[in-house]
Structure formats: C-alpha cells, structure tokens
C-alpha cells in the first residue's frame, strides 16, 4: 500500500529533501506519493495575492480564506470518482501551528496508518480562521504543533511531520528493529550508543558491551534508558519513577 501526501505551501521548492535520502527512495519505490501544491495557482489577481491585512488591527498579515479553500478543494478532488473503491476519499488535514496540539511518536504511528494525509502550510500570522472551519466540514482536520517555539512557516513542521511518519511505513526502513528500541517508541529514551573503536581519544566503550553477555547487555541498556530519561525527561517518568531513578544516580 502507499500513502498518498498533498502538500500545499506558497514555496513548494521548501519541500525538494523530500527528495532525498530514505524518504525520496521510499517515493521512487512507490511507497510514498507525494504531491506540493503552489498555493499562489489558487490566488488570481495579477500579483497572486495569498494575504491581507488583520481585522482589528495588529502587526503582520493573514493568510486570505479565497485561495486556501480553492487550494484544498483541488486537493479534495483527487479524491472523488472515478476513483477506485480501494482509493481514499477525503485526506485528513494537517495545520501545522505553534497553537496545536504536540506532535508525538504516538501521533506518527496514527498518521502512518491513515491513507491520506494534506498539508496546509501557514506563513504570516497563519490562515483566516474560517479556513478551519470550511475544511473540518470535509475532511478531519489535525492542529498540530512540533513544539513550543515559533516557526516562520509551516514547511519546517511538514518536513519533521513527513519524515516521523514515512519512516514508520513498512518497507521504508529496512531493519524493523531499529524501530522498535527508539526513543520515544515506549516511554523512554534510547539508551547510548557506541562504535569502532573501542578506544578513542583515551575513552573506552563501556565493557558491558565489549563482553558478548546479551542479558548483561539488555540490562545495562535498560537501566541507561532509566536513567537518561530521568535526568533529560524526567517528564517523560511517572513521578515516583524520576525520583527513585535520579536518587539512585546521586548514589553514585
Ligand atoms: N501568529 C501565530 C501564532 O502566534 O500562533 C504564529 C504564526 S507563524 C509566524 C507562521 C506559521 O508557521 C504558522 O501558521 C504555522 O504554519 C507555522 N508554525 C510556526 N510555529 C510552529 C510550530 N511550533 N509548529 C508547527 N507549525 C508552526
């Protein structure tokens, strides 16, 4: 199966990595199908207006409801018959903002199970609202937000948002495995890594894992990903966990 991605932005060129490396290989094998979409082919004054300025005053400009709804209507229709009955009807939207809802692995594995996703990409001071309301009567519609900064526009978040997603995609990766011990895949942060050689710069890989032990290896690992969420994300712990683990560390 693949999945299908319409991008709407007013600089496509902002999504050419999509190109690149695993996500572009992931589109030549067919498992990603990926369309941009120009926002200003929808905005048919001669300069190709997309903003205006705020109702109510204030800095900055808005992003003009017109051409957004024709943007996604077009998308929309990639959707109707003549469509196959194994074809999606309605993508569900996602509105990249720093007013959203945090993007999250577990978010990622959701979207990667879906069949459709489009992407509207705010600049400026963001969409009129009324753009949200049009589209939550068409199609699903997801705010999310990649974190608690602000962005100049929404392609950054769309990149993140694609590439978290794509790799979840069976066949995108090749090792399944490596998926499976992530950070952020159970609760917890990975655990250190380590590579040839064994000896750099005067600092030693931890024996535990020079030894060939597996159980010894497995537990090292396990009690590093404790101890690192606790000291990096202790947020991430329910809340006697972080103490007990953090304790343990000052005891060394
Ligand atoms: N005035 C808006 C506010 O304060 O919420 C910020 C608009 S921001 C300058 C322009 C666009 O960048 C947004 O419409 C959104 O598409 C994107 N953006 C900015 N920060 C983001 C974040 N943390 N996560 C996702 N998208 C973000």
């Known amino acids: 199966r693949s999945l299908r991605l319409d991008v709407v932005s007013i600089f496509p ?4 990595p999509l190109d690149l490396s695993l996500i572009g ?3 030549r094998d067919g498992l990603i199908d990926l ?3 120009d926002l200003r082919d929808f905005a ?26 024709e943007a996604l209507g077009h998308v929309l229709a990639q959707g109707s018959p003549p469509a196959e009955d194994h074809q999606p009807r309605v993508p569900t939207l996602i509105i990249p903002g720093p007013g959203g809802e945090p993007f999250t692995q577990q978010i990622a594995r959701e979207l990667s199970e879906e069949p459709w996703l489009a992407f509207a990409c705010g600049r400026y001071e963001g969409i009129d609202e009324r753009v949200y309301e049009w589209a939550g009567e068409r199609m ?3 705010v999310l937000s990649l974190g608690d900064y602000v962005l100049n526009g929404g392609e950054v978040a769309v990149l993140a948002m694609v590439e978290a997603v794509a790799r ?21 942060l990975e655990y250190p890594v380590y590579t040839k050689p064994a000896e750099w710069d005067g600092r030693a ?6 030894g060939g032990n597996h159980r010894a290896i497995a537990a090292w690992r396990r009690e590093q990903r404790i101890q690192r969420t606790a000291q990096r994300r202790p947020d991430l712990l329910p809340p006697t966990a972080a103490t007990s683990a953090l304790s343990g560390l000052e005891e060394r």
Do not use: C, F, Q
């Open 35 to 37: 369309h941009v979409h």
């Open 13 to 16: 060129e902002y999504l050419a």
């Open 168 to 188: 979840l995609l069976p066949g995108v990766i090749g090792n399944v495995e490596s998926l499976v011990e992530e950070s952020h895949e159970d609760g917890l």
């Open 140 to 142: 699903p519609v997801r």
């Open 44 to 69: 048919h004054d001669r300069h190709r207006t997309v903003d205006d300025s705020p109702y109510g005053g204030g800095a900055g400009m808005v992003m003009k409801p017109g051409p957004w709804s």
């Open 25 to 27: 290989k992931a589109r």
């Open 205 to 210: 890989v931890p024996d535990v894992l020079l």
